[in-house]
């Protein structure tokens, strides 16, 4: 049970440290002193139940990731729009630490797709694990399942790619995009 709670502990603060904020921020949001707050990043001891579900609401990750280091199974997605969310660390959208967070497990090479508004739209297709898209120029067509998002720079979405999917160029001038697929 010591070494459950510790582990929470972890998880704070790698949380907290991932989105690059800090201690005394995440300690007056939650109204209590900043001994209090790191002597729960510490040992993860007498932390309420509130403060985490707080924690992992303002960082948006599931609660129970926080409390099991699990990542609940994604089988919905989530579009973040430019200018909303966290900034991030190499690509705005997330951090690398936030993915694996989100993911839980192996995180593949990011790889750079360019879409040219002369291709044919992509057929559908499915694999394992999750996927994430950040668009970085230009505007990207992402179909998932029978839902169309249009994405421009900026924004990005991650979603359960077991469920088919493709994406194509959605204007007229060529369209970047950096996917990132976990398994």
């Known amino acids: ?72 199974k994604l089988d919905t997605y989530q579009v973040v729009r430019c200018g909303e969310g966290r900034e991030v660390d190499r690509y705005p959208g997330y951090y690398y630490e936030d993915l694996a967070w989100r993911f839980s497990n192996k995180i593949m090479q990011p790889l750079l797709v360019v879409l040219d508004p002369s291709d044919e739209p992509a057929k559908l297709v499915d694999h394992g694990g999750q996927e994430f898209n950040y668009v970085i120029e230009g505007c990207v067509i992402v179909t998932w399942g029978d839902k169309e998002f249009k994405l421009n720079c900026g924004d990005s979405i991650y979603f359960n790619p077991a469920i088919p999917h493709g994406q194509r160029c959605g204007g007229d001038v060529p369209a970047k995009f950096v996917t990132i697929i976990a398994e």
């Not at 440290?17 to 209590?32: K, P, R, Y």
């Not at 707050?37 to 707080?54: K, M, R, T």
């Not at 992992?56 to 926080?66: D, H, K, L, N, S």
């Open 1 to 72: 049970m010591v070494e459950e709670m510790r582990l929470i502990g972890e998880r704070l603060r790698g949380l907290r440290e991932a989105c690059d904020t800090s201690a005394e921020d995440i300690a007056q949001d939650l109204g209590v002193s900043v001994e209090t707050y790191l002597g729960w990043e510490e040992n993860g001891e007498d932390v309420p139940i509130s403060a985490i579900y707080h924690i992992a609401r303002r960082f948006g990750v599931e609660f129970t990731e926080v409390l099991t280091g699990t990542a609940a």
